[in-house]
C-alpha cells in the first residue's frame, strides 16, 4: 500500500491551486434546534466572525479512543525511543499540526465520557447520555423508539447528501460506539447485532447497529464509499461458520447475511476480510469497499506480526481510503479511528495501548503527506481519557515502560519496593486482592526482578476493577488546513462538529 503514498504526490501537486470548497446543499441537521446544537453553532460563528470563513474541499477526523494527554505524552516517547531515538524531544505527527485545542468532554448526564455520546458530540454537534448513539437529551433511554423522534443527522449524512464520498476506519468492530456515531440512531451502544438487542427493542421495530449500516435510507445517499474495520460476526448469520476461524459462527439470529446483502444489485462493491484479498482491490476507482478483518475487534499493532491470517495497518487502510474518496471531486469526509488504544487501557496494559497510539499517529502521517493542507482540515483528538499516570522523576532516557530510576539506580517508594514509570489509578492491575477468607489485602508485589517491557505486563493500579475507567479530564484537539485557526482555548467537544460544518459550507 505504500506505492498509494508515493503515487498521490502528484496529484497533492496539481490541487495545489484549489482552496475553495465546492458549492455544496446538504438538509439541515434534524437537531438543529437542540440547546448544545444551538450553543456550539453559535460559539463557532463567533470565531468565524473574528477570523474569517474557511473553506475545506474535504475533512479527516482522527480519533485516538481513549487517548488522553498522558497517553499522547507516553506514546510520543514509546515511539521515539522505538526508533533509537530520544523519546521526550522527539514529535509526533499529530503534534506537528499547526493548531491546537482541549476539548471538555463530559457528557449531557455524566462528568465522564462514554465513547458513545462523545463520539456524537464531534459528529453530530450535541451531547448526549452515556450509552447512546445518534440521539440528542430529548430521548428517553427507555423507550427506544425515541432513537427516531429524538435522533440526529451527522456530518457524514450531510456529506453523502451533498454528494461528497465518505468513508469510516475503526481498529475496533465497525459497529462499536465511535464508528458507529457517523450512521446510528440508537439508545444502547451494546445493540451492535440483532443478538444484542432486547426482546423490548425488537418488540418495538428498533434495529441494530449493523442492520443500520446496510440498511442505508439516508436521502441523496449511496452510503459509505469506504467502511474498513472489524466486527464480522455481527453481520453474519449464527449458521454461519466464519471464513477465517472454524470455531466460529456469525452472531444473527435473524437469519440475514448483511455483507452478501450489501453487494446485492452493486457490482461496484467488494467484501473483503483479510489483507489478500484488501491488496487487490484497486482503490483508485469508483470501487464501494466493506472490510470486515476480524470477527471482533482488529489486531493490537503489536499483535498483527504474529497473525498468520493477516491485516492491513490502520495506516494502510488510511491510504486506501483517502485514494479511493480523493476520487470524487465534490470533497470527502473520512473518520479514522484507533479503538484498540481504548481496549489497551481498560486492560491496563500500557504497552499495548501506547503500540495503537504509535500505529495512528503513522496514520496521521500519512494522511498528511497525502493530502494538500490548503484543502483538507485534518483534526486530531480522543473522545475521552483514561487513569493512566506518568509518575515519580525518572532519569532523561528511562524507557517509558520501565522501573523508574535516577542516576541509575532503581529508586525506591516508601514500602521499599520499585515502581514503573506509568501506572493506572484503578483497574485490572490492582494492588489489592481479595483473599481467601473475602478480606481484602492491598500489597504491592516487588518488581525488581520483573520485566515490565515485556509485551503483556499490566501496570500496576489502585482502586480493584474488572476493567479499568476512563478519565474526565479534558483531551487534547490539534488541527491543520482550512479551519483549524478555529481551534483554541478550551472547547466543547460539539463544537468540533460545527468546526468541520462550517468549513465544509454546511450550516
Given at each position: 500500500?505504500?506505492?498509494?503514498?508515493?503515487?498521490?504526490?502528484?496529484?497533492?501537486?496539481?490541487?495545489?491551486?484549489?482552496?475553495?470548497?465546492?458549492?455544496?446543499?446538504?438538509?439541515?441537521?434534524?437537531?438543529?434546534?437542540?440547546s448544545y446544537?444551538?450553543?456550539?453553532?453559535?460559539?463557532?460563528?463567533?470565531?468565524?466572525?473574528?477570523?474569517?470563513?474557511?473553506?475545506?474541499?474535504?475533512?479527516?477526523?482522527?480519533?485516538?479512543?481513549?487517548?488522553?494527554?498522558?497517553?499522547?505524552?507516553?506514546?510520543?516517547?514509546?515511539?521515539?525511543?522505538?526508533?533509537?531515538?530520544?523519546?521526550?524531544?522527539?514529535?509526533?505527527?499529530?503534534?506537528?499540526?499547526?493548531?491546537?485545542?482541549?476539548?471538555?468532554?463530559?457528557?449531557h448526564?455524566?462528568?465522564?465520557?462514554?465513547?458513545?455520546?462523545?463520539?456524537?458530540?464531534?459528529?453530530?454537534?450535541?451531547?448526549?447520555?452515556?450509552?447512546?448513539?445518534?440521539?440528542?437529551?430529548?430521548?428517553?433511554?427507555?423507550?427506544?423508539?425515541?432513537?427516531?423522534?429524538?435522533?440526529?443527522?451527522?456530518?457524514?449524512?450531510?456529506?453523502?447528501?451533498?454528494?461528497?464520498a465518505?468513508?469510516?476506519?475503526?481498529?475496533?468492530?465497525?459497529?462499536?460506539?465511535?464508528?458507529?456515531?457517523?450512521?446510528?440512531?440508537?439508545?444502547?451502544?451494546?445493540?451492535?447485532?440483532?443478538?444484542?438487542?432486547s426482546?423490548?427493542?425488537?418488540?418495538?421495530?428498533?434495529?441494530?447497529?449493523?442492520a443500520?449500516?446496510?440498511?442505508?435510507?439516508?436521502?441523496?445517499?449511496?452510503?459509505?464509499?469506504?467502511?474498513?474495520?472489524?466486527?464480522?460476526?455481527?453481520?453474519?448469520?449464527?449458521?454461519?461458520?466464519?471464513?477465517?476461524?472454524?470455531d466460529?459462527?456469525?452472531?444473527?439470529?435473524?437469519?440475514?447475511?448483511?455483507?452478501?446483502?450489501?453487494?446485492?444489485?452493486h457490482?461496484?462493491?467488494?467484501?473483503?476480510?483479510?489483507?489478500?484479498?484488501?491488496e487487490?482491490?484497486?482503490?483508485?476507482?469508483?470501487?464501494?469497499?466493506?472490510?470486515?478483518?476480524?470477527?471482533?475487534?482488529?489486531?493490537?499493532?503489536?499483535?498483527?506480526?504474529?497473525?498468520?491470517?493477516?491485516?492491513?495497518?490502520?495506516?494502510?487502510?488510511?491510504?486506501?481510503?483517502?485514494?479511493?474518496?480523493?476520487?470524487?471531486?465534490?470533497?470527502?469526509?473520512?473518520?479514522?479511528?484507533?479503538?484498540?488504544?481504548?481496549?489497551?487501557?481498560?486492560?491496563?496494559?500500557?504497552?499495548?495501548?501506547?503500540?495503537?497510539?504509535?500505529?495512528?499517529?503513522?496514520?496521521?502521517?500519512?494522511?498528511?503527506?497525502?493530502?494538500?493542507?490548503?484543502?483538507?482540515?485534518?483534526?486530531?483528538?480522543?473522545?475521552?481519557?483514561?487513569?493512566?499516570?506518568?509518575?515519580?522523576?525518572?532519569?532523561?532516557?528511562?524507557?517509558?515502560?520501565?522501573?523508574?530510576?535516577?542516576?541509575?539506580?532503581?529508586?525506591?517508594?516508601?514500602?521499599?519496593?520499585?515502581y514503573?514509570?506509568?501506572?493506572?489509578?484503578?483497574?485490572?492491575g490492582?494492588?489489592?486482592?481479595?483473599?481467601?477468607?473475602?478480606?481484602?489485602?492491598?500489597?504491592?508485589?516487588?518488581?525488581?526482578?520483573?520485566?515490565?517491557?515485556?509485551?503483556?505486563?499490566?501496570?500496576?493500579?489502585?482502586?480493584?476493577?474488572?476493567?479499568?475507567?476512563?478519565?474526565?479530564?479534558?483531551?487534547?484537539?490539534?488541527?491543520?488546513?482550512?479551519?483549524?485557526?478555529?481551534?483554541?482555548g478550551?472547547?466543547?467537544?460539539?463544537?468540533?462538529?460545527?468546526?468541520?460544518?462550517?468549513?465544509?459550507?454546511?450550516k
Amino acid at each position: 500500500m505504500r506505492m498509494i503514498l508515493a503515487a498521490s504526490a502528484a496529484v497533492v501537486a496539481i490541487a495545489a491551486c484549489t482552496t475553495l470548497a465546492p458549492v455544496r446543499t446538504a438538509p439541515a441537521p434534524v437537531q438543529s434546534a437542540d440547546s448544545y446544537f444551538a450553543k456550539g453553532a453559535a460559539a463557532i460563528q463567533a470565531r468565524i466572525s473574528a477570523r474569517g470563513q474557511p473553506h475545506a474541499k474535504n475533512v479527516i477526523l482522527f480519533i485516538g479512543d481513549g487517548m488522553g494527554i498522558s497517553t499522547i505524552t507516553a506514546a510520543r516517547i514509546y515511539a521515539g525511543q522505538s526508533k533509537g531515538l530520544d523519546g521526550e524531544s522527539y514529535q509526533l505527527a499529530m503534534e506537528k499540526l499547526p493548531y491546537s485545542a482541549l476539548s471538555k468532554t463530559y457528557t449531557h448526564d455524566s462528568q465522564v465520557a462514554d465513547s458513545a455520546p462523545s463520539a456524537v458530540a464531534m459528529t453530530a454537534g450535541v451531547k448526549s447520555y452515556n450509552g447512546s448513539i445518534g440521539v440528542t437529551q430529548a430521548a428517553s433511554l427507555k423507550d427506544c423508539a425515541t432513537a427516531t423522534s429524538a435522533g440526529t443527522t451527522t456530518l457524514w449524512e450531510q456529506a453523502e447528501a451533498s454528494g461528497m464520498a465518505t468513508g469510516i476506519i475503526s481498529t475496533a468492530r465497525i459497529t462499536h460506539a465511535t464508528p458507529a456515531a457517523t450512521y446510528a440512531q440508537t439508545i444502547e451502544r451494546d445493540w451492535e447485532s440483532d443478538a444484542d438487542v432486547s426482546a423490548a427493542g425488537k418488540a418495538a421495530g428498533c434495529k441494530d447497529i449493523a442492520a443500520q449500516l446496510i440498511d442505508w435510507t439516508k436521502a441523496n445517499g449511496d452510503g459509505f464509499e469506504v467502511v474498513l474495520g472489524g466486527g464480522r460476526s455481527g453481520f453474519l448469520p449464527n449458521t454461519m461458520t466464519d471464513p477465517e476461524y472454524p470455531d466460529q459462527k456469525g452472531r444473527r439470529q435473524d437469519g440475514r447475511n448483511l455483507a452478501e446483502e450489501w453487494l446485492e444489485g452493486h457490482p461496484e462493491r467488494k467484501v473483503t476480510i483479510g489483507v489478500s484479498t484488501f491488496e487487490q482491490i484497486n482503490f483508485d476507482s469508483d470501487v464501494q469497499v466493506l472490510g470486515l478483518f476480524e470477527p471482533s475487534h482488529m489486531q493490537y499493532s503489536l499483535d498483527r506480526a504474529k497473525d498468520v491470517r493477516g491485516e492491513p495497518s490502520i495506516a494502510e487502510m488510511t491510504e486506501a481510503a483517502i485514494t479511493r474518496l480523493s476520487r470524487n471531486p465534490n470533497g470527502y469526509v473520512l473518520m479514522v479511528e484507533g479503538g484498540r488504544v481504548d481496549h489497551g487501557l481498560h486492560a491496563g496494559d500500557a504497552q499495548r495501548a501506547l503500540g495503537d497510539a504509535a500505529a495512528l499517529d503513522e496514520a496521521i502521517a500519512a494522511a498528511v503527506a497525502m493530502t494538500n493542507p490548503e484543502e483538507t482540515l485534518i483534526i486530531v483528538t480522543a473522545d475521552h481519557s483514561h487513569t493512566l499516570a506518568m509518575q515519580g522523576y525518572p532519569q532523561r532516557g528511562n524507557p517509558i515502560l520501565g522501573l523508574v530510576k535516577e542516576n541509575g539506580k532503581l529508586v525506591l517508594a516508601a514500602d521499599g519496593k520499585p515502581y514503573t514509570t506509568l501506572s493506572f489509578a484503578n483497574g485490572p492491575g490492582s494492588v489489592c486482592k481479595k483473599q481467601a477468607d473475602e478480606k481484602w489485602l492491598c500489597e504491592r508485589p516487588d518488581l525488581t526482578n520483573v520485566d515490565t517491557t515485556a509485551l503483556g505486563f499490566r501496570q500496576q493500579a489502585l482502586i480493584p476493577m474488572g476493567s479499568e475507567t476512563h478519565g474526565g479530564e479534558d483531551v487534547a484537539i490539534f488541527a491543520g488546513g482550512p479551519g483549524a485557526n478555529l481551534f483554541s482555548g478550551a472547547m466543547e467537544q460539539n463544537e468540533i462538529y460545527h468546526v468541520m460544518a462550517r468549513s465544509l459550507g454546511f450550516k
